[in-house]
């Protein structure tokens, strides 16, 4: 049963947040490509991938912003099309994209990688071997259609974008899934509350140009004196109507990224409570790229995941000495394993993308999940 609260914050958002003038055309794509793989009876996946930005000003010079690059949404998906699903890239404009991030994400230029040959560009020799394999896997998901790029900037354009495309894939029933790895802003500034014009550093030319019918509070930012003061409101928490509204049938997993290793599992476990879907992947800041841990209703415990430390990724941000500190069993050896996270370590060769380990094991929950549907139904 929906939650009348959340369709009441639902409501009143999308009817005072403008959706983004691309929705239509964005719709149609969907659409389309929705429709054609739930004729085909394959699996579709929305991936949602990058940050979102919280504009101050309706033209906007100034914005909120955060650390994502989408590098966890990108090799997702690369992962998901390789297990034979069908993706729907929702991602943050110019962030990360499938198959291309292993070459725009890098320090060095991607012209490094080629050579000039008689007049022609060529692939450096010592590169051939690799983007041959990759353009050969974006050639053959390309031939089958099976990977649809929409992208957004802001939170309302992404929030405007998961509902059209959720409710799109309501026909697939189980066999939609929603892996949530956008880094989704907590707060907004509301359409009501935004200043028209580039907000002045200089107290001399500041003014208020908040809209008609807001006068009743202050523009949410503003110049007081020297200071620059944002008074954001927080974002209405859909995920309750996704589960609930939008694609009750589908799969949904969210993430839950923290600092505090005390707190990642404690919180995971709220989330996934609180909003009654089926997985939360929660990840540390600093240990991301090698381990998370899965906290799902399909199993009694949490289930870490981890990558071996000869086999581990580079990371510039990352800090190997805190792999396992989230980990009550590492944490507190005396504790009962039956209640504390179990680890599972891959095997495979070095500089392994945690990845390639965390989709497989989506995908097996994915199918336990579309049978349980099937059995309901067939009792």
């Known amino acids: 049963m929906t939650d009348p609260s959340s369709q009441q914050a639902e409501s009143y958002y999308f009817t005072h947040e403008s959706p983004p003038k691309d929705l239509p055309a964005n719709t149609t794509l969907a659409r389309e490509f929705i429709a054609r793989h739930t004729d085909g009876g394959r699996r579709v996946v929305l991936v949602t991938s990058g940050g979102t930005t919280v504009p101050l000003e309706t033209q906007t010079v ?47 230029s991607f012209l490094d990688y080629m050579n000039e040959e008689d007049g022609r560009v060529v692939v450096d020799e010592q590169h051939q071997d690799e983007m041959l394999r990759v353009l050969r896997q974006y050639a053959a998901v390309k031939r089958d259609n099976r990977l649809l790029i929409l992208s957004f900037v802001t939170i309302t354009e992404y929030l405007w974008n998961l509902r059209q495309v959720a409710q799109l894939m309501r026909p697939l029933g189980p066999r939609a899934m929603f892996y949530l790895a956008a880094a989704v802003s907590d707060f907004f500034v509301p359409q009501d509350r935004m200043v028209e014009h580039k907000i002045q550093s200089n107290e001399e030319f500041s003014q208020d140009d908040a809209p008609e019918g807001a006068k009743s509070k202050p523009p949410a930012a503003r110049t007081e004196g020297r200071s620059l003061i944002i008074d954001l409101e927080p974002v209405p928490k859909f995920l309750k109507q996704l589960v609930e509204g939008w694609a009750p049938e589908g799969m949904i997993v969210s993430f839950k990224l923290e600092t505090d290793p005390a707190m990642l599992v404690k919180k995971a476990q709220y989330s996934l409570k609180k909003y009654a879907h089926h997985l939360v ?36 941000s990352g800090n190997q000495s805190l792999v396992g500190s989230a980990d009550l069993l590492l944490l507190d050896p005396t504790a009962n394993s039956s209640t504390s996270a179990r680890m599972t370590i891959p095997q495979g060769e070095p500089a392994v993308e945690i990845e390639s380990i965390i989709i ?4 097996e929950m994915h199918t336990r999940l579309i049978n349980i549907s099937r059995a309901g139904a067939g009792s």
């Open 360 to 363: 497989p094991k989506i995908e």
């Open 62 to 108: 100034r914005y909120i912003d955060n650390f994502s690059a989408g590098t966890r949404g990108a090799t997702s998906a690369e992962y998901f099309l390789a297990n034979g699903y069908a993706v729907v890239f929702l991602h943050r404009q110019f962030s990360l994209l499938p198959y291309s991030r292993h070459y725009s994400h890098n320090t060095r």
């Open 281 to 316: 992947i929660g990840n540390l800041l600093l240990t991301r790229k090698w381990e998370v841990v899965f906290v799902s209703t399909l199993e009694s415990e949490p289930e870490w995941i981890r990558v071996p430390a000869n086999r581990r990724t580079k990371s510039i």
